[in-house]
Structures are given as structure tokens and as C-alpha cells.
């Protein structure tokens, strides 16, 4: 029980050596790629970057106590950073002490919020974010991030939440260029494109295995940053106006508390509850992929629990939100990292080096680190999706584009609600709408088909309908409708069998329908009739009073009910028809 | 297409002398029963009594022209007249010109809504109100109207929109209780009770037949309003306190305009739309029952157009939202109305009321008024649906539960959206964990069962899932989870036979996470294999390029997939296990 709810006393007590050397490994790679990638997001955050080395520490640590997942490695991402700087942009202005407090308190409602939702095992809630949704969400995010960018490899000051407001101040602002900081900035975005495209290859032919010089090539960030610092020293180009990180406070994050003020908290729960909701899909997306390889078992509910901790503890150690990243859990599941551990040895490589290397980094041009965002995000833009969805459903391919558009026009939050509003109505659409078929026998057979589909044998004075979906409140009325005008278009009809095969459940709303259906048809002289009920859908109705008030009966099979009721013709007397309705003639 | 969306082209053109006079005949019924109940639902709205008449001519000839129902009667009722207070209460103090403005402009939105709901189709957005939610609300709406009318049987002014006010206020007002107005007030309602409950058994013994009796039980509320403005007139009651309708103005409705002003309509959407969707399920809910008695058929979403048309007809003559009422409907049903006719034939007669009746109300007692609301809406309240819910679905038993709940307590607009917020929750819950279950073969048959309800054959190495449900954007995750810690608890596993039987839609998001299953059985060792497929979703999947890159097969028959499979167990040469297989031993 205990155990459950602190994953860490379950691997903790097998932990040996040969583990501790692993994770020990893996740390050592996580830790030197995250530097610069913590600085660049909370660059991309709004915040000072030593903020995002803060949020590197602590919630790794919160995370290998209460997380489910081996190899998750827990820390500031892109989409996340985003929406912070979206959210608390909102409530203050960039560089402000509030904007700060702002991201902090983000943070701890963030926290709070997945901490909850994990006790309470509400982690469906994620279920409302259908795939085309994420992805379009996720390739509108990296098309805002990457635009967003520009303005720092340009030199300039254009801000904005969405594509119209930065293109436009970007447009306004193109003529203030500063010349070393492009040249300085789109030299390091060209080399990191390269690094990921064309090193790999090229270090394979010099004799380095595939995964060493996968490895490699992930480091290139770190040689962007250093080669830039020296070029800035080399060629004095602060005084030229190349925007550097400047002084980086020394030591280890302060502790800090988020704000308690009703009315920021008014303000920022909706975008911490979106932040909590998009960071935990994109956390457990990448915990569960990275578990299967290895055929472990993650719980969603208990992850929910460990991203909370994580959050609650970048909020009291001056951080802002955080989650799995897809990036860096990858290089610590490739680098070899066998335990949460892994993350807790990262987070003392990242607290050494806010110790000791913030000095390094005064000189660090700011275009630098929006380069590695730059050709980081761009791998989030997805263009092979919305094809495969135009082939393969409309209405997902609409919810995927409904959601790029308006993420790009209105933002990240309006966006993903956007998404989850287009998706759910669709869904309730086709749900209000199921699939049903008036089937008949096919010849010499048991078996009953569509009408419409197939050569099949019916009659005037019997209707079967097969019902291809549950019946709940979304489909009652439907239901209702459908039966009743199949009624009214056949003058003859005596008998109505609905055929149950599909049916898993009937709510109450259905039931009433139902009651409706038998009633009305009742009235009109004609019985109705329900044929192959699942176990658990008839001990339900033996419940209600439906099957007491039914004016027709229940049968096990299709077969059975057609070939009874095709007798009675309300002739006198009745046709001997048994040998037609097994269809032998 | 013109007769669509006018289907009185479509019976006006077989209209004959037969038609006219059953339709005459119910107009002069309906009418008698109509003058005072819309006097009082004005009133429950808070307005002028005349506004009441006003909404019962011209909405009527307008529904005569657009809407699809033969017998539904249009015009004030209960539930609506309450929201209507609710919400125009909420932006001006009953009584100011301003407060008759909002009840106009909320017609006005409210008919808007409908004719753009109906012509684009979204007749379907009503399903999101289940059955137990409506019955909660209109349980619920009973009993606030009830209290709401205390006040005007105790002669005192307490307000207010939900119980804890309303309750709070009359307990504060009990000493200023007009003795006068209390008597005839309690006497009218004992009255009214005693005709509903006490008269038509009556009438029946001394000959009546039970129709006539039930008809003339129906003008009750006419022989209290008469009495009572008798009993003022002879006791002086005017000048003991009982408040009364005073001077009502004389004449046809005059022209109105609803308000344009924005800040306005942005306070009054939200409430004209749960009006519009309320007053929608009320009324197509009775002309569906009434339709159905006479094999006729209506349109849901041409009734759209029709409630719109005869909401806007309703502003534009000073009148309030409206809908199709089940109490007058069954009136005109049963007195025969042929056509919607017979409609257009009430109006002529509430017109010809207003132009000539008016001045015989000055001495109506307010207190009668409030006896007939009170009379009508108890029976509004339903306390078997709680047990019958309790019997059948705990869940649906939960939504109809918060619904009263909230609307008691927070009032109706509150309340309605609870409702359906917690129906919605309830069925997205339901739907993300559908119902699953490991498959085997019942012996020396072809048919596979729940291994956990019945004795069936299975074999280590092969695993038979039946999956209960579309699968779709809410269960994909579900999905991943309970195929992949199935699999983990079996290592000697070889093969998963996913059987589709149940299975009628894939969504994009489903097929995503059947792709993600595919490739991490695939990285264990294990292949994935389909059985049973549907034609439809077979042919989708067929677009994609999941069945290119399954590892296993797509069998036609689950029995033909695990005869098969069950021979490849791994060992070399494979057992020949065919006749295990079937069953046969």
C-alpha cells in the first residue's frame, strides 16, 4: 500500500552496484545536455535563466520518489514553457517581480492540481485530448516557439502570444537588426541543424557505432555555447549590442513561495490546469513508450502523483512548471539509466554546476540558446499527420486543423480548448448518431445481414433492426426517431425485433426510450421485440419494469424470434410459414 | 423543399370543412383554459399579467406556419416563465421597464438560437440533457416555483431565486401575512386540488363520461378566477390588503423591438440558450408523445424553426420565451385538434380576450393566480424517478441527484449546466474504461466466452481479447494499458488475438494506440493478430498503414485465429495441437 503511493520503496530495496554505476552514467550525459536546454526554455518562459537550471534540480528528486517510471527524465520543456510565459504574460509584464511569482504560483496550482487528480484516479480527464488534438496542439506550439525566436536572433524586441501580433512586430521591428547577433545567431542555428542532420553520419563513418555518436551529436548545444561564448570574448561583441545572458546568480535555488493571492490564483487557474493537463499527456505519452521497450509497467494515476511532487517542488525552489520531456528521457533511457535514481544524480549535476559554472556562462549570447530552441521545436512540427488523417477520418483531420489554427491565431490556451471543444462534439455527434441496420435472413442460414448490403429474405409484417452501439442518453432520442419513422413507412407492420448483438449498455435515459418506443408502437397495434441480450444488459433491465410492461418477448437469437413472429400474419388462420422463414424457399 | 420549411403548405392544401370545425372546437377549449394560466405564468416571470396574453397570440400563428406538430399548443410555461425571471431578475428589478425589455430580448435570442440551431441542423445538442437530468430540473423547477408562489398566498414581498433565499426571505416576511389574502389563497388551492383529484370521479358517477369529465375538470382554474373576483367585489377585499391584477390594458399586443444593446445580449445568451434547449426537450418531448398516438411524425429539427419563428413572433409583440406546454397540447389533442389550425383559432381567441376580457380581471386576486401555478407545477414533481433510478443506474441516479440539488440551492441556470456537465462526465467516465474481456473457446464448439464467467480452453501462449466498444480517442489510452499489463503478466505469450466482434468505429486517436500496441508486443517478441473485423472498419483500416505494418494476421473468424495461432507455441517442431484447438479434447 505504501508502496504504491512511494514507487521509490519498491526499486529502492533491489538497488545494487552494477545499477548505481548505470545511472550514474546516464546522469552524467543527461546533465551536460540539460544545461543549455534549461536555460534556452526558461528563456522561452520569459524568466531569467538561471531559473530553469532551479526548476533541474529539485523536481527531479521529488520525481524519482514518487514517480512510476525507470527512465523519465523530469525538467523544463518547450510546449510547457510556452504556455508559462503565455499564462503568467497575461497577469504581468516580462522581467517583473510579479511575472515571476506568477510562474512560481503557476507552478505550486499546477502541482496541486495533478497531486489531486492522481488521488482521486481521475487521470481520464487526459482522455478528453484525442491525438489529432495533441499533435495539432503540439505543431501549432513549435511553429509559435520557433517564430517566437526570431525576435532574438534578429536582435530586436517584437513580442506576442500568437502568429498575427509576432508577425507583425516582427515586421515593425525588422528594420532595428542587429547585424553580429544575426550573423552570431543564424551561424549557430545552421550548425545545430547540421549536427542533427548531418554529423551523425559522417562521425558513423569515422568508425563510431550508431548510439556513440547518436550521443555524440546530442552534445552539439554544448559546443554552440561554448564556441559562442569565445567568439563574444574574441571579437568583444557585447559592445557591438550582442544581448548576452549577463550575470547568473551563483548557488543553489532559493526556497520560494508561490503567491496565495485569491485573486492571481482567480486568474491563473485555468492555464495551470491546462498546463497540468497538456504536461501530464505529453509526460505519460513518453513514460509508457519508453516502459514497454523495456516490458515495465507504469501507472498513470501514481504519475499524476509524481509530476504534482515535481511541480510543487520547483514552485517552493524558485522554479516554474515542469514534466517528462520526450528529449532528454530518451538520451537517459539510451545513455543507460536503469532507476529513478538516474533523474536524483542529475539533479546533484545540475545544482554542482549552478554552483560553479554560472560564471562561464556571463557571456553567452542569448541568440545562442534561441538557435537551440529553434531546431529543438522544429522537430515538433508535424506535417505527416494531417495527410494520414485526410486519408483516414475527416472529422479527426477537422479537430486536427480547428486546433493548429487557433492555437496559431488566439494562443496556446484558447487553443487546446478549442481542440477538446471540436473533438468532444464530434465524438458526441457520432454518438448521438450510431450506425443501425434493418437486416433480414440471408438464405439457408441462422445469419441475419443489412438489407441494403446483402441479398436476404424479409417480410412485410416483421422488422428487424440491428442496433450497432450502445444506447445512452446521446443516441435515446435518436433511437426513438429511427425506429418510429421505419415504423411509419410500413403499413403492415405487426411486429418490430431489435436486435441487441452490439448493445453493451442501456442507461436510463435509453431505457425510457425504450419504455417510449414500446409504448407508442403499442398504441399503433404493433409488438415490439428484443432478440440477443448480453448477459449483463438483461440483468439490468430484469430490474426496471420494461420486461414486465413489453408488449412482445425476449428472445435468445435473432433466428428464433424471426422465425416465430413470421407465422403470425394476422391472418386466420396464421400461415404455415416456418419452412419461408428459415429461408428453404 | 419550400413544404420543409413551411409545412403548412403541405396540410393547408388538404384542409376541409371537418378539419375546421374539430379545430374550432378545440381553440374555444384551449382558450378558456389558456387566459388564466397565461396570466399566471406571467406573473411567475415576474411581469405584467397582459404579457402573458400577449405571448399566446402571435407565437401561435407563427407555429401554425413553421412548426411540424399537429397538436402541439404554444405559449407560456412553467419551467420558462421561471427561468426567464431568473435570468432577467438578474440584469433589472422586476417591475422597471428595463426588466421587461430583458424578457423580450431574451425571446428574442432565444428564437434566434432555435431558427440558426434548426437550419444548421444541431437538433442534436438537446441529447445532451439525459433523461434523469431533465427530470431532476423539472422535478427541481417545481418546487422553487411552488416556494416562489408562497409568497403571494401570504400576501408578503419575500423574493429571491433559489430555496435558502426564498426560504430565508419568507421566514423574515411571516409576520406581515395578510390574513384576507391568505384565506382565499389557501382556500383557491384547496379548490384547485379538490377539482384535480376529487371532481372528475365525481362527474363520473353522476353520468358524465370520463372524457367530458376530464375536460370540464380542466376549467377549474376558470370557476376559481371567477369566484374569487366575486368574493373581492363582495367583501371589499381590495380594501383589506388582497393585492390584485389591476388595470389591465386593453387591445391587441403592440409592437415591440427586443434590445440590440451588446452588453445587454452578452449578459442574456447563456440563459436564452438553456431556455432555448429546455423549452426545445419540453416541447418536442410532447409532440413526439402526441404525434406517436396518431402514427403522424414531426420533424426535431424543422421543430427548431418552429419554436425560433414563434420566440421571435413573441418579442416582436411584447411577449416572453415560450414553448410547446404539455398541458394545453393534451387539452387540444383530446378536444380534437386536427391541424396547427386550431392554433392559429386559440390566438383569434386570447386576442379577442385581450380586446374585450381584460377590464373583467381588475379585481382577479393575485393570490388565485399564485393557486393555479401552484397546482400546475406539483405535479411537475416526480419523487418515483429517484427509486426507480436507485434500482436501475447508480450513475444516472447521481446526475439527476446534483441536478436537483444545484438547481434548489443555486437556482435553475446553475443548475441546468451542473446537470449536464455531470451526465457528460459520467458517460466520458463510462466510456474511457469500456467493458473487456479474455476470451475461450467453449468446448467442441466455434463459440469463444469470458474466461471468468464460463468453463472455456485457453492456451499460455496465445491470449484472446474481446473488446466491448467502439474504440475512439477516449479509450485509446485505456486500451494500451489493458492490452499491455495483460501481456505483462503472461511471459510465456506469443501471440494477442484482438477479436472485433463489438467493435463498429476506430478513431484516429484508436488507431494510433492499436499502431503503439502493434510495435510494443512487437518489441517483446509478441505478435498482434485481429479477428472478426467489421466490414466498415476493415475498410478504413485498410487506408492506413497499420495492416501493413501488423505483425500478425486479421483472421475472419476468432475460431479460425486461435486454431491456428495455438499450433505455433515456439516449440520446434510446433505441437500439432488441431485438434486440441477445436475443443475436442
Redesign the interface.
Same mark, same amino acid.
Given at each position: 500500500m505504501l508502496a504504491r503511493y512511494f514507487p521509490i520503496l519498491d526499486w529502492g530495496r533491489r538497488y545494487d552496484g552494477d545499477k548505481l554505476s548505470s545511472d550514474m552514467m546516464a546522469a552524467i550525459i543527461v546533465t551536460i545536455m540539460l544545461i543549455p536546454q534549461s536555460l534556452a526554455y526558461a528563456l522561452l518562459a520569459g524568466l531569467p535563466p538561471v531559473v530553469g537550471l532551479y526548476a533541474s534540480i529539485l523536481p527531479l528528486v521529488a520525481y524519482a520518489v514518487f514517480g512510476t517510471s525507470r527512465t523519465l527524465a523530469v525538467g523544463p520543456v518547450a510546449v510547457v514553457s510556452l504556455m508559462t510565459a503565455s499564462a503568467a504574460g497575461a497577469v504581468a509584464a516580462q522581467g517583473s517581480p510579479e511575472y515571476l511569482t506568477a510562474a512560481i504560483t503557476l507552478a505550486a496550482l499546477s502541482g496541486v492540481m495533478l497531486a489531486i487528480l492522481g488521488l482521486l484516479r481521475l487521470g481520464?480527464l487526459?482522455?478528453?485530448?484525442?491525438? +489529432?488534438v495533441i499533435s495539432g496542439f503540439i505543431t501549432a506550439s513549435g511553429l509559435l516557439i520557433a517564430t517566437s525566436q526570431l525576435k532574438h536572433i534578429l536582435g530586436v524586441k517584437a513580442g506576442g502570444d500568437n502568429w498575427p501580433d509576432m508577425l507583425g512586430n516582427l515586421a515593425r521591428d525588422l528594420p532595428d537588426t542587429n547585424p553580429w547577433t544575426l550573423a552570431l545567431g543564424t551561424g549557430a542555428t545552421l550548425f545545430l541543424f547540421w549536427v542533427r542532420k548531418g554529423l551523425k553520419p559522417l562521425l558513423v563513418r569515422f568508425g563510431l557505432k550508431p548510439r556513440a555518436a547518436d550521443m555524440t551529436a546530442k552534445a552539439g548545444p554544448v559546443v554552440a555555447v561554448a564556441v559562442t561564448i569565445l567568439l563574444v570574448l574574441g571579437l568583444d561583441l557585447a559592445a557591438k549590442g550582442v544581448k548576452l545572458v549577463g550575470a547568473v546568480p551563483e548557488g543553489l535555488p532559493p526556497f520560494a513561495l508561490p503567491s496565495f493571492d485569491t485573486g492571481l490564483i482567480a486568474q491563473l487557474w485555468v492555464p495551470a490546469l491546462l498546463i497540468s493537463v497538456i504536461g501530464f499527456v505529453e509526460s505519460?505519452s513518453v513514460a509508457?513508450?519508453l516502459a514497454?521497450?523495456r =516490458?515495465q509497467?507504469i501507472s +498513470?494515476d501514481q504519475e499524476l502523483i509524481g509530476l504534482g511532487a515535481a511541480n510543487i517542488a520547483s514552485a517552493i525552489s524558485g522554479g516554474y512548471p515542469v514534466t517528462g520531456g520526450f528529449a532528454r528521457s530518451v538520451v537517459n533511457f539510451d545513455a543507460g539509466a536503469q532507476t529513478p535514481a538516474a533523474g536524483a544524480f542529475t539533479a546533484v549535476g545540475i545544482a554542482l554546476a549552478s554552483l560553479f559554472l554560472t560564471p562561464l556562462l556571463f557571456n553567452l549570447p542569448i541568440a545562442t540558446l534561441a538557435a537551440t530552441i529553434i531546431v529543438a521545436v522544429l522537430s515538433l512540427v508535424d506535417l505527416k499527420t494531417p495527410k =494520414?488523417?485526410w486519408? /483516414?477520418?475527416r472529422?479527426?483531420l477537422s479537430a486536427h486543423v480547428v486546433t493548429i489554427g487557433v492555437t496559431l491565431v488566439k494562443g496556446v490556451e484558447t487553443g487546446v480548448i478549442a481542440g477538446v471543444l471540436v473533438?468532444l462534439l464530434l /465524438?458526441?455527434? *457520432?454518438a448521438? =448518431? +450510431?450506425?443501425a441496420a434493418i437486416v433480414g435472413r440471408v438464405p439457408e442460414t441462422q445469419h441475419f445481414r443489412n438489407v441494403d448490403?446483402h441479398k436476404v429474405l424479409t417480410v412485410p409484417h416483421v422488422l428487424s433492426i440491428r442496433i450497432? $452501439?450502445?444506447l445512452? /442518453?446521446?443516441?435515446?432520442?435518436?433511437l426513438? $426517431?429511427y425506429v418510429? $419513422?421505419r415504423v411509419?413507412e410500413r403499413p403492415e407492420l405487426r411486429h418490430v425485433i431489435l436486435m441487441c448483438s &452490439?448493445v453493451? &449498455?442501456i442507461? &436510463? %435515459?435509453a431505457? $425510457?426510450s425504450l419504455e &417510449?418506443i414500446n409504448?407508442?408502437l403499442g398504441?399503433?397495434g404493433i409488438r415490439l421485440h428484443l432478440s440477443e441480450v448480453k448477459? +449483463?444488459v438483461m440483468d *439490468?433491465l430484469e *430490474? %426496471?419494469h420494461f420486461l414486465d410492461e413489453l408488449t412482445g418477448r425476449v428472445f435468445l437469437s435473432q433466428d428464433r424470434a424471426f422465425s416465430e413472429l413470421v407465422i403470425d400474419d394476422g391472418s386466420e388462420p396464421p400461415v404455415q410459414a416456418a419452412d419461408w422463414a428459415r429461408g428453404m424457399i
Open positions: 481520464f487526459a482522455n478528453l485530448l484525442s491525438h +489529432p505519460v509508457q513508450t514497454a521497450k =516490458r509497467r +498513470p =494520414r488523417l486519408i /483516414y477520418s472529422a479527426d473533438g /465524438y458526441l455527434w *457520432r448521438s =448518431r +450510431p450506425h448490403r450497432d $452501439e450502445n445512452s /442518453y446521446l443516441n435515446a432520442r435518436w426513438e $426517431e418510429l $419513422e411509419a &452490439a453493451n &449498455a442507461d &436510463a %435515459s431505457l $425510457e &417510449a409504448h407508442r398504441d399503433g448477459g +449483463p *439490468r *430490474r %426496471s
